[in-house]
């Protein structure tokens, strides 16, 4: 190998090296997003919704609002057949509740507030994170 090929391949490898350690994730330009009504989400289920970058479950409590970004660097984690949730970027794992399970993601997924508006939408909060505990009642 030249010289000038060498200097080439070290540049490229430089230049993923910085790009990897100043990763921010994207800014949030919205933070209260509308998912739809809550007769949308049977009861058992866990459901993507894309714009909110979330999961809407319902179980027997209520309705939740799971946030499906990883907590190591902001990938969105896949959920897994058996349960689970998976990041496809560094390999965590993640509970059905959101624990952490493996790492490198040492916190769990955060659940997010999910309300109902005027329209009787349900809105996804980003911007508040509440206890894992929290759910839109039945009855709201």
């Not at 090929?5 to 330009?29: C, K, M, N, Y």
């Not at 329209?119 to 994170?129: A, E, F, L």
Request: hydrophobic share 40%.
């Amino acid at each position: 190998m030249t010289r000038g090929s060498l200097a080439t391949i070290a540049a490229l490898a430089l230049g993923q090296v910085a790009r990897f350690i100043s990763f921010a994730p994207a800014a949030e330009d919205q933070t209260a997003i509308p998912v739809g009504q809550p007769e949308q989400y049977a009861a058992g289920t866990l459901t993507y919704v894309e714009p909110a970058r979330a999961y809407i479950g319902r179980d027997g409590a209520g309705l939740y609002a799971l946030d499906a970004v990883c907590t190591h660097l902001g990938c969105l984690v896949a959920q897994q057949a058996g349960g689970g949730f998976a990041c496809p970027c560094h390999g965590s794992r993640f509970a059905a509740d959101g624990q952490a399970q493996n790492g490198p993601a040492s916190q769990a997924l955060r659940h997010l507030a999910l309300n109902l508006n005027q329209d009787g939408q349900m809105v996804v909060d980003r911007s508040r994170p509440v206890t894992p505990a929290t759910r839109l009642a039945e009855d709201s």
